[in-house]
């Protein structure tokens, strides 16, 4: 019942997000650049970046970050989002120390 009146909180879509000063996340589009050149993520990578850029400097647990990519709908283990990390992390280079991991905690996302 939680995860259903959460999503009905999502706040409204903003037309970019900028991490320092590099890293621009565009909503509408689905986009995410880098010092101006485009990455490819896939659609959870993106919703992932998207979800923690948000709301910066809080801390989100795996489970907190299904809830929000899935809800129920789906029946994933919470180490999926450590892959989905790992690949984002990856595909952001030298920019991947912006995702924090907090041991036993969860992520965050700290410039």
């Known amino acids: 019942v939680k ?3 959460r ?3 999502r706040e ?9 000063n590099e890293i ?7 986009e995410v ?7 490819d993520l896939t659609t959870t990578e993106f919703r992932i970046l998207s979800f923690l850029a948000s709301k910066r400097g809080m801390v989100f647990s795996r489970d907190q970050i299904l809830d929000y990519l899935w809800g129920n709908e789906k029946i994933v283990i919470d ?4 892959m989905h ?14 995702i ?5 905690i969860g992520y965050k996302i700290e410039e």
């Open 7 to 9: 999503r009905g909180e």
């Open 3 to 5: 995860a259903i009146l």
């Open 33 to 39: 650049s880098i010092s101006g050149k485009k990455i």
């Open 85 to 98: 990390i790992k690949n984002l992390r990856k595909k952001l280079g030298k920019h991947a120390h912006i």
């Open 24 to 30: 621009v996340i565009n909503e509408k589009k689905y």
């Open 12 to 20: 409204e879509v903003t037309e970019n997000t900028v991490i320092g």
């Open 79 to 82: 180490r999926t989002i450590d």
């Open 100 to 104: 924090k991991s907090l041991r036993g």
